[in-house]
């Protein structure tokens, strides 16, 4: 993974909790905020920054990710999207920038499609990639599995991660990494989070009030005029490829397009088409373009 040094960083206070943000770049341009999945941290994105030449790029970790303070669900301060997506508001105002393009992937979706429904004048672009905006029973499995292996703890977090990685890639990024990279990345995943399975919990659990609450604000969502990408991957096993066309029909300004040989991990999978057609939409700001 290449170092990187940001041109600006810091925490955001939370009353008692941080959250860790970098800037990276060299100013005076349009920055792409990049939406961390549930299983990422800021560093994640480095490799990728050469891909985004021309913009600077914002990261930050949700509370519970990378440099972050750890979270925890309580009944007097649940973790919620909202307040993720407020995170990236205040960090904005922080930095005195106006507008962004922002770029959710799989966990940062969620936290995107909050942002755009509370702040939508503060976005240029909105792109989505491995999300949904439905009742799906099949997200509703995963996600309880999901849980279930979690209060497992440390003698069954090793099984949580390979059931992860066994569902999120497709078949051509699995044929082609070899064996041991893949192990790599599991590992480090692993060894991430064995210490913070409980944010890990606090974070899956923010989403249900989310989808609690989706059926009254769908109107809210439809309200974003924001031009908007979504780019699915069509070997998508973790969120069905109908739900995230479906989001199509949620925003006015949008487009779907279904990324071939690609799981859920879009960007890393195909980067040769993902990051190409991103930047093509960030240029243009036309979804129908």
């Given at each position: 993974m290449a170092e990187r040094i940001p041109r600006a960083s810091g925490?955001?206070?939370?009353?008692?909790?941080?959250?860790?943000?970098?800037?990276?770049?060299?100013g005076d341009r349009d920055v792409v905020c990049l939406l961390n999945g549930l299983a990422m941290h800021t560093k994640a994105w480095y490799p990728f920054l050469d891909d985004l030449a021309g913009y600077d790029v914002l990261l930050y970790d949700y509370l519970g990710q990378g440099a972050s303070?750890?979270?925890?669900?309580?009944?007097?301060?649940p973790l919620t999207i909202p307040r993720l997506a407020g995170h990236l508001r205040a960090i904005l105002d922080h930095l005195a920038l106006e507008r962004v393009h922002v770029m959710g992937v799989s966990y940062g979706g969620f936290v995107a499609l909050e942002f755009a429904r509370l702040y939508q004048e503060r976005l240029h672009t909105l792109t989505l990639s491995g999300i949904l905006l439905s009742h799906?029973?099949?997200?509703?499995?995963?996600?309880?599995?999901?849980?279930?292996?979690?209060a497992g703890g440390r003698e069954l977090f090793p099984?949580?991660?390979?059931?992860?990685?066994?569902?999120?890639?497709?078949?051509?990024?699995l044929r082609s990494t070899p064996p041991e990279t893949l192990e790599a990345m599991r590992q480090r995943f692993?060894?991430?989070?064995?210490?913070?399975?409980?944010?890990?919990?606090?974070?899956?659990?923010?989403?249900?009030p989310f989808f609690a609450?989706?059926?009254?604000?769908?109107?809210?969502?439809?309200?974003?005029?924001?031009?908007?990408l979504i780019l699915?991957?069509?070997?998508?096993?973790?969120?069905?490829?109908?739900?995230?066309?479906?989001?199509?029909?949620v925003f006015p300004c949008s487009r779907f397009e279904l990324v071939p040989e690609a799981g859920h991990v879009v960007y890393l999978e195909r980067r040769d088409l993902f990051f190409p057609r991103l930047r093509r939409f960030l240029t243009s700001r036309d979804p129908q373009g």
């Open positions: 925490f955001l206070a939370d009353n008692e909790y941080r959250v860790w943000w970098e800037l990276h770049g060299e303070s750890d979270c925890a669900t309580s009944p007097d301060e799906e029973r099949t997200f509703e499995l995963y996600q309880a599995m999901s849980l279930r292996l979690y099984l949580y991660t390979h059931y992860l990685y066994e569902k999120i890639f497709g078949e051509r990024f692993e060894d991430r989070y064995v210490e913070r399975i409980h944010s890990l919990v606090s974070l899956t659990l923010a989403q249900n609450a989706l059926d009254e604000l769908l109107p809210a969502y439809r309200a974003v005029l924001t031009p908007t699915a991957g069509e070997q998508d096993r973790a969120i069905p490829i109908w739900a995230q066309a479906s989001l199509a029909d």
